[in-house]
């Protein structure tokens, strides 16, 4: 069946509508698929009219009194155009970017007074009306009486918002809860839960319980899209929290990011979750994988006194160990080092098969003293324990992605003498402290997961479920997606009693900066070192 369109102008819309209604029935050209372009122009295309209709949404969501269900199916239509231009990933990825920079600014133009919501509630409905969204009985007034469009349009009953009832409000998450990684991904698990339920005790947020539901992917990036899937469209979750991993995350942000969820803290230190500017929907409690390797490179080079030519790097053959390499690079030039020379072993995702990696370093003539450590728990325990003969002497340093506990667990079995001395990076403070924060998750932990140590991935997990508690506190009841990521944006002062200061704002998305140190003992038990 052909489909026609009216591309003439619109003479009984307002002059300066006139042309957003040629813009929006060009959207449904593309659309509808007959009267699209040729696919080498329709990203430039979708780019100007992302330009046009971008800044509309903006402002439509900058106004409470517009019900979001119109502004969303407005802005999934778009997604639907993204989607039908896009010759590859990386350019829906950018065109939806620079969509949500649109959406920004026209958000700016109305919080600053320079547009008022009588406008951006005229330009929503020209819209609508050229896609041919429904549209209230208020929105086909005549020009004269769309002064009260905005007391109509509340009246209106919107339908419920993905994931929220009056009762709940349910969060996915994407973990390996199978496969070499399944107890870090628990003890992630754990932790949310852990604060959830703390909250739910109280009464829950605005009288709704917090939910989370867990999807398995076994930290194998070709299951994450179909984990990403199965929590959307069966189980309905609101956003996303705490998911695991970086070869993973490349795949679940861009699937949020399109349909425009939250996805919230996930455990990864990689830039595929820290944009600039940020995307509006990811945000994250932990520092950066850059951050932790200058810090690591800092306390080898300033407090071991380990010459720089003498750090090596063993890493993870993947998105996960680039992102370790960038920092452990961005490190060296920093302090005025060449980085052209760091020694990168690697290993495979998802295996313990560390000889190459071994070989390499024995083949090197100035002998390796340092290994900075950018791996998984049972892969670093068998690097540490092929290394610890063959490098007599060599210090083990570790980022927090390793998962602390169950690297001391590994290492443990193996023997003291393999735990001694091996340093590991934290994102989070010691968790044999007595910060209100540490003693506010361990009286949860007694309570609700009686004999469950405290460690420090759950600490993370309860840390991040914590802020997003108090971001849905301060949203208010009436909950929807936009309001709750202004609300983020908004968080400048976070006090949980962590010790550090912890904040978001529109252009900066990562709470934490702070780094803190921890080395094993022969016990297996993690003692604070300083590492600078």
Same mark, same amino acid.
């Given at each position: 069946?052909?489909?026609?369109?009216?591309?003439?102008?619109?003479?009984?819309?307002?002059?300066?509508?006139?042309?957003?209604?040629?813009?929006?029935?060009?959207?449904?050209?593309?659309?509808?698929?007959?009267?699209?372009?040729?696919?080498?122009?329709?990203?430039?295309?979708?780019?100007?009219?992302?330009?046009?209709?971008?800044?509309?949404?903006?402002?439509?969501?900058?106004?409470?009194?517009?019900?979001?269900?119109?502004?969303?199916?407005?802005?999934?239509?778009?997604?639907?155009?993204?989607?039908?231009?896009?010759?590859?990933?990386?350019?829906?990825?950018?065109?939806?970017?620079?969509?949500?920079?649109?959406?920004?600014?026209?958000?700016?133009?109305?919080?600053?007074?320079?547009?008022?919501?009588?406008?951006?509630?005229?330009?929503?409905?020209?819209?609508?009306?050229?896609?041919?969204?429904?549209?209230?009985?208020?929105?086909?007034?005549?020009?004269?009486?769309?002064?009260?469009?905005?007391?109509?349009?509340?009246?209106? @009953?919107?339908? #419920? $918002?993905?994931?929220?009832?009056?009762? &709940?409000?349910?969060?996915?998450?994407?973990? /390996?809860?199978? =496969? !070499?990684?399944?107890?870090?991904?628990?003890?992630?698990?754990?932790?949310?839960?852990?604060?959830?339920?703390?909250?739910?005790?109280?009464?829950?947020?605005?009288?709704?319980?917090?939910?989370?539901?867990?999807?398995?992917?076994?930290?194998?990036?070709?299951?994450?899209?179909?984990?990403?899937?199965?929590?959307?469209?069966?189980?309905?979750?609101?956003?996303?929290?705490?998911?695991?991993?970086? @070869?993973?995350? #490349? $795949?679940?942000?861009?699937?949020?990011? &399109?349909?425009?969820?939250?996805?919230?803290? /996930?455990?990864? =230190? !990689?830039?595929?979750?820290?944009?600039?500017?940020?995307?509006?929907?990811?945000?994250?409690?932990?520092?950066?994988?850059?951050?932790?390797?200058?810090?690591?490179?800092?306390?080898?080079?300033?407090?071991?006194?380990?010459?720089?030519?003498?750090?090596?790097?063993?890493?993870?053959?993947?998105?996960?160990?680039?992102?370790?390499?960038?920092?452990?690079?961005?490190?060296?030039?920093?302090?005025?080092?060449?980085?052209?020379?760091?020694?990168?072993?690697?290993?495979?995702?998802?295996?313990?098969?560390?000889? /190459?990696?071994?070989?390499?370093?024995?083949?090197?003539?100035?002998?390796?003293?340092?290994?900075?450590?950018?791996?998984?728990?049972?892969?670093?325990?068998?690097?540490?324990?092929?290394?610890?003969?063959?490098?007599?002497?060599?210090?083990?340093?570790?980022?927090?992605?390793?998962?602390?506990?169950?690297?001391?667990?590994?290492?443990?079995?193996?023997?003291?003498?393999?735990?001694?001395?091996?340093?590991?990076?934290?994102?989070?403070?010691?968790?044999?402290?007595?910060?209100?924060?540490?003693?506010?998750?361990?009286?949860?932990?007694?309570?609700?997961?009686?004999?469950?140590?405290?460690?420090?991935?759950?600490?993370?997990?309860?840390?991040?479920?914590?802020?997003?508690?108090?971001?849905?506190?301060?949203?208010?009841?009436?909950?929807?997606?936009?309001?709750?990521?202004?609300?983020?944006?908004?968080?400048?002062?976070?006090?949980?009693?962590?010790?550090?200061?912890?904040?978001?704002?529109?252009?900066?998305?990562?709470?934490?900066?702070?780094?803190?140190?921890?080395?094993?003992?022969?016990?297996?038990?993690?003692?604070?070192?300083?590492?600078?």
């Amino acid at each position: 069946m052909m489909t026609f369109l009216d591309l003439r102008p619109r003479h009984d819309l307002p002059r300066a509508a006139r042309p957003l209604a040629i813009a929006s029935a060009v959207m449904l050209a593309l659309i509808c698929g007959p009267a699209r372009a040729a696919p080498g122009d329709s990203p430039t295309m979708v780019r100007d009219l992302g330009a046009r209709i971008g800044p509309i949404i903006g402002a439509a969501l900058a106004c409470n009194e517009i019900p979001r269900p119109r502004i969303h199916a407005v802005m999934g239509s778009f997604q639907a155009v993204i989607r039908e231009a896009s010759n590859n990933d990386a350019d829906r990825n950018e065109l939806t970017r620079q969509f949500d920079r649109h959406i920004v600014d026209g958000r700016t133009a109305v919080t600053s007074g320079r547009q008022d919501c009588r406008r951006a509630a005229l330009q929503l409905v020209d819209i609508e009306r050229s896609i041919g969204a429904p549209v209230t009985a208020a929105a086909g007034a005549s020009d004269a009486s769309l002064a009260p469009l905005a007391v109509a349009a509340t009246a209106v @009953a919107a339908p #419920a $918002v993905r994931g929220v009832t009056d009762r &709940e409000i349910t969060f996915g998450s994407v973990v /390996p809860l199978s =496969g !070499a990684n399944k107890e870090t991904g628990r003890l992630l698990k754990l932790g949310i839960e852990a604060a959830f339920n703390r909250a739910n005790e109280s009464g829950g947020v605005h009288g709704r319980m917090l939910k989370l539901i867990v999807a398995d992917d076994g930290y194998d990036p070709t299951r994450t899209l179909d984990a990403m899937k199965q929590l959307y469209e069966r189980e309905q979750v609101f956003g996303f929290v705490g998911s695991f991993g970086t @070869a993973t995350a #490349a $795949v679940a942000i861009p699937y949020a990011l &399109e349909r425009r969820l939250l996805f919230f803290s /996930p455990y990864t =230190g !990689a830039n595929v979750a820290r944009h600039d500017p940020p995307d509006r929907y990811v945000f994250n409690y932990r520092p950066s994988y850059s951050e932790e390797a200058d810090a690591l490179v800092r306390y080898l080079v300033k407090l071991r006194r380990i010459p720089p030519r003498q750090i090596a790097l063993f890493a993870q053959d993947d998105s996960f160990g680039d992102a370790g390499f960038a920092g452990v690079a961005k490190a060296y030039r920093a302090l005025g080092l060449n980085d052209s020379a760091i020694l990168r072993v690697n290993y495979t995702r998802n295996t313990v098969d560390v000889e /190459p990696a071994i070989n390499q370093l024995k083949a090197q003539k100035l002998p390796v003293r340092a290994v900075i450590m950018v791996a998984t728990s049972r892969a670093a325990a068998k690097f540490i324990e092929k290394a610890h003969d063959v490098l007599p002497g060599v210090v083990f340093a570790n980022v927090s992605a390793v998962g602390a506990s169950a690297l001391a667990n590994e290492l443990t079995l193996l023997g003291s003498r393999y735990a001694a001395g091996v340093v590991v990076t934290q994102t989070v403070p010691a968790v044999s402290g007595y910060s209100s924060l540490v003693l506010d998750y361990k009286t949860a932990l007694a309570k609700q997961f009686p004999g469950e140590p405290a460690d420090y991935t759950s600490l993370e997990g309860y840390i991040e479920a914590s802020i997003l508690v108090q971001a849905l506190k301060k949203a208010g009841p009436q909950l929807d997606t936009e309001r709750l990521i202004d609300t983020l944006e908004s968080m400048r002062s976070i006090d949980l009693g962590l010790g550090a200061t912890l904040g978001f704002g529109a252009a900066e998305h990562q709470a934490s900066h702070k780094i803190w140190g921890t080395a094993l003992d022969e016990s297996g038990t993690y003692q604070p070192i300083e590492l600078e």
